[in-house]
């Protein structure tokens, strides 16, 4: 019945949501956490390790593979330039299209 | 798809990557800002030959530093006449003065006043910390009343500029005011302020969490980023009269484009002022 | 005003303030920023007619900070730029002159001299602000300051003065005086073919070549090319202590390098510089060093004393810095004393004092009027005696 209640876009079995690559550039972190806790789909978390500077820089929540929307907020919000996101370059398979992402 | 760990970032175009990583500490806001000019740069169609960037002296100043362009790093305060005498000779130049609160408002207000009065076509993108990072968290005319600095250890006394109303007042031709929180909006801003003709002010306020956040109960730059998420509200009809930054834990911090009109542009007193051209 | 000409070839009548205004446009300026302040305002003023009229830029600014401030940033984007001041804004300006030093950017600073200091006396002369000009800004460096001594003079000292900045990359001082600045003279303006013009050197390298350094002095003079704002180099320009590439380097080893280059440019090529007039120098036995409006009183004074038997000379300065260090020092083999007389306390001749050890005598009046020549007789006739 809920599956019945949701509202779904009526191009929803055409439009592909899209994927984000996550591209980090380690050592230019300084851990401030803007790109993680403004992630509007809470993909990044803090790495396990540190860079050279001893920082926790941002990488994939274990879980969150796919997750990305590629908004790039987190490209735009860095002040240290050292994450930005690309458009994945995968198979419609791993970027299905709307109507198919679990809800 | 986990994250790839790689060598450069997009924006790398218009930095000096050489320079990299810049000064500013864990959680300031000035380079994310900085990020906002850059990109406004490349979404400005201008060449980037023609973009000149000018500072003062202080955290904010050092942006010209880093940017791939003419850049000139001058003298505390006085980052305006020297942009007034670079623009008036060569017209074609896209010029902006990139500097911050205490370096704009304090040493250099009265060149503020000035060059927005006589409306010289530059941009002036300001952002306001509330403080004197570089020299180690002093009061300066954007400090809250009340807030906590090395100059002010019993709290402020001293009421602060409204930017957004004093560059109003004095005659700019398109005020803005967005935060570091704010990067589409504020790259925007920056854009439109490089097609204006006369001078256009954009202030964006940021965090400073090492010399100010931290002693005024902000906490860390991240905390100060969701205070911004929380309090601010975007007017651009606000009467820039009455919207002070205060900071306060509950107060409204009024972001917006506030002020966008037509007035011509200073040129200087050349050929203009015969009436033949 | 006398036309649309550029360079307004002919005789004229001018105060010392219009020609240096003429000697600017003649020299190519293009632009001035300024204040007003006397006794230098119509500097101002003239170049406020006659600058649209031949293209160029006025700009009056907010003061004479901005004024300064101004001049180096048309500088950088090619132009030749001045700016003209008295006292209290040439101390105003003293911020932004070591910035124009820090930054070798070529532009010229007019300080019409008048009684000091702070507001002092707007109205009448005074020499009381040479030693600012040597040292008035914070740091070690070296300036060319030039001292006019008539209008005629004042039009080719600026002429020369902005030669000089663009040879070397510096602020250049036209150290006039109220005296000199108001009186009126025949002034020769020469055809605009036969106005000399150094150019600025320019960079052999074309933008985007990596192995550009901006701030590399490849050259003997130790004088690196100057790029001009747009040309696509990317060059930052910083007042920082900064290295060759001209990125900031705020550590001891590339301070001492870029402070003794910005010293030594001006040190090493001080020969091609100095310039001084010589009077009756010959036989000296007494050497009167003087400049500015003194000079025209110290030549009287000379003159009566070679009436009253007396070999004196007249060492007249054109360049008050560099020094004329060594002149003085090889007139001291002949001479057996010196007489410096100023409308200060006792500035210049400090200098002449560290190139001899012959009794040197300071004439001097805190300023407010033309220096008499008899004072200067006296002097004279006192180290004979």
């Given amino acids: 019945m809920a599956e019945a209640l949701l509202r779904r876009p009526l191009d929803g079995a055409t439009v592909h949501i899209p994927r984000g690559q996550v591209f980090i550039i380690p050592d230019r972190c300084k851990g401030c956490d803007f790109c993680i806790d403004f992630c509007p789909r809470d993909v990044l978390v803090e790495s396990q390790t540190t860079n050279t500077k001893g920082y926790h820089y941002p990488v994939v929540a274990p879980g969150k593979d796919g997750e990305c929307a590629n908004c790039q907020f987190c490209t735009i919000i860095c002040p240290e330039y050292a994450i930005y996101t690309e458009e994945a370059q995968d198979s419609p398979e791993a970027n299905p299209p709307l109507a198919e992402v679990s809800q | 798809m986990a994250e790839i760990a790689v060598a450069s970032h997009p924006i790398d175009a218009v930095l000096r990557r050489d320079r990299l990583p810049h000064i500013w500490c864990p959680g300031c806001g000035i380079g994310a800002v900085m990020a906002c000019y850059a990109r406004a740069i490349l979404e400005s169609g201008i060449p980037l030959d023609k973009h000149i960037c000018v500072s003062g002296i202080g955290c904010s100043a050092r942006v010209p530093g880093y940017m791939n362009l003419d850049t000139y790093h001058t003298t505390h305060g006085r980052a305006i006449p020297f942009a007034t005498g670079l623009k008036l000779v060569n017209p074609e130049l896209q010029v902006t003065v990139f500097s911050g609160d205490g370096d704009l408002f304090a040493i250099g207000g009265n060149h503020f006043i000035h060059a927005a009065r006589r409306n010289i076509d530059i941009n002036v993108f300001c952002v306001n910390n509330f403080n004197y990072g570089m020299t180690g968290g002093q009061a300066g005319p954007t400090t809250p009343m009340g807030s906590f600095t090395t100059t002010t250890p019993y709290g402020n006394v001293e009421p602060p500029f409204n930017l957004a109303a004093l560059a109003a007042a004095c005659g700019a031709v398109f005020v803005a005011r967005w935060t570091a929180l704010h990067v589409r909006q504020a790259q925007e801003a920056m854009q439109r302020a490089m097609q204006k003709k006369g001078f256009a002010f954009v202030e964006i306020v940021a965090p400073c969490p090492v010399s100010f956040g931290k002693s005024n109960d902000i906490g860390e730059g991240v905390d100060e980023m969701w205070m911004y998420r929380k309090q601010c509200v975007v007017n651009d009809d606000a009467d820039v009269t009455k919207i002070d930054v205060t900071m306060g834990k509950e107060a409204e911090l009024v972001v917006g484009n506030f002020l966008d009109i037509e007035r011509p542009a200073y040129m200087g007193y050349g050929k203009e002022v015969l009436g033949e051209a | ?385």
């Fill in chain 3, 1 to 385: 005003m006398t036309g649309n000409a550029r360079v307004l070839t002919g005789q004229h009548f001018l105060m010392g303030d219009v020609a240096c205004a003429e000697g600017g446009l003649a020299a190519g300026c293009d632009f001035f920023a300024g204040y007003p302040i006397t006794p230098s305002t119509e500097i101002a003023e003239r170049l406020s007619r006659r600058l649209p009229e031949v293209g160029g830029v006025f700009t009056q600014m907010e003061d004479e900070i901005a004024s300064m401030a101004a001049i180096i940033g048309a500088s950088m984007a090619g132009a030749r730029a001045m700016t003209a001041t008295s006292g209290p804004g040439f101390s105003l300006m003293m911020e932004n002159i070591g910035l124009a030093v820090m930054m070798e950017a070529p532009c010229v600073v007019v300080d019409v001299q008048r009684g000091s200091p702070s507001t002092g006396l707007p109205t009448l002369a005074g020499q009381a602000d040479v030693m600012q000009a040597k040292w008035g800004s914070h740091g070690d460096y070296e300036i060319v300051a030039y001292a006019p001594s008539s209008p005629q003079e004042s039009f080719d000292l600026v002429i020369k003065a902005f030669n000089t900045a663009d040879r070397y990359r510096i602020p250049v001082f036209v150290m006039a005086d109220e005296v000199i600045g108001h009186t009126a003279e025949r002034v020769t303006i020469p055809p605009a073919d036969q106005i000399p013009r150094v150019q600025r050197k320019r960079p052999r390298y074309a933008p985007g070549d990596e192995s550009f350094l901006p701030f590399r002095a490849e050259d003997e003079d130790l004088v690196p090319p100057m790029v001009h704002a747009g040309e696509g180099y990317r060059v930052n320009v910083d007042s920082l202590t900064h290295d060759e590439k001209g990125y900031p380097a705020t550590f001891a080893e590339p301070h001492d390098r870029l402070v003794r280059r910005l010293a030594a440019k001006i040190r090493q090529n001080a020969h091609q510089i100095i310039e001084y007039e010589e009077l009756l120098l010959d036989d000296a036995q007494v050497v009167v060093v003087a400049y500015g409006c003194t000079a025209r009183s110290a030549r009287r004074a000379v003159a009566l004393a070679r009436q009253e038997g007396i070999r004196a000379g007249l060492l007249r300065l054109i360049t008050l810095w560099p020094f004329a260090g060594q002149k003085v020092w090889e007139l001291s083999s002949q001479a057996a004393a010196f007489v410096v007389p100023e409308l200060n306390l006792g500035q210049m001749i400090t200098q002449v004092e560290r190139f001899t050890s012959h009794p040197v005598v300071g004439v001097n009046h805190a300023g407010g009027a033309i220096m008499p020549p008899e004072p200067i007789l006296d002097a004279i006739r006192e180290v004979v005696m």
